[in-house]
Structures are given as C-alpha cells and as structure tokens.
Nanobody, 115 residues
Framework: QVQLVESGGGLVQAGGSLRLSCAASGTISIINTMGWYRQAPGKQRELVARIFGDSSTDYADSVKGRFTISRDNAKNIVYLQMSSLKHEETAVYYC?????????WGQGTQVTVSS
C-alpha cells in the first residue's frame, strides 16, 4: 500500500511564504509524476504545480514566478515552496502522485492566507 503524507500548511500573512512537503511511503516501484493541487471552499480542485519523472515542471499560470516545486527522489518527497502568497490562495492543498501506474492523493493540508 502507498501513502502520501503532507506537512507544512498553516496560517500566513499575505505576502508571506510557506513550504509544503509530501512524503510517499509504502511499496513503491516507480514514481512518475508528483504534484500539488488545491481546493478553495466552493471551488473545484485545481492544479498548482507538478513535477515529472524527468524533472520537468508544470505550473498554473497564477503561481508562475512565485511557487517552486521540487522533489527528492532518494526520499520520495515532493516540496512546494510558496512565496508572495495571496489571500485568495487560501485552500486545502493536496499532494498527488502517480506511483506504480496508479494515482494517489494525500489527505490535504490547510493553507490560510490572511489579508
């Protein structure tokens, strides 16, 4: 079985920074994509950023230049460094990973940006 465990969420003032982490554990043969999605109240879950097996990255237009995704392949951890956070980015942030050709989700971590 595979688990994704997120950490690093919390309360931050607008303009501040946070770093999210997500560790994958369990029976892992191959990890392809890892990434982060978010869901604000009353809105659909949306892609924030993802990083592929070849280390290429993909970002939502709204976070380009402010967020950075990275991964530690040895430890099966993906990070999301968020800077210049905006109030409207308050949401539950979910870790995602495609592991052993299956999709897995973390339980979510709350990020609250005060205005």
């Amino acid at each position: 079985q595979v688990q994704l465990v997120e950490s690093g969420g919390g309360l931050v003032q607008a303009g501040g920074s946070l770093r999210l982490s997500c560790a994958a554990s369990g029976t892992i043969s191959i990890i392809n994509t890892m990434g982060w999605y978010r869901q604000a109240p009353g809105k659909q879950r949306e892609l924030v950023a993802r990083i592929f097996g070849d280390s290429s990255t993909d970002y939502a237009d709204s976070v380009k230049g402010r967020f950075t995704i990275s991964r530690d392949n040895a430890k099966n951890i993906v990070y999301l460094q968020m800077s210049s956070l905006k109030h409207e980015e308050t949401a539950v942030y979910y870790c995602y990973a495609r592991i052993n050709f299956r999709d897995f989700w973390g339980q979510g971590t709350q990020v609250t940006v005060s205005s």
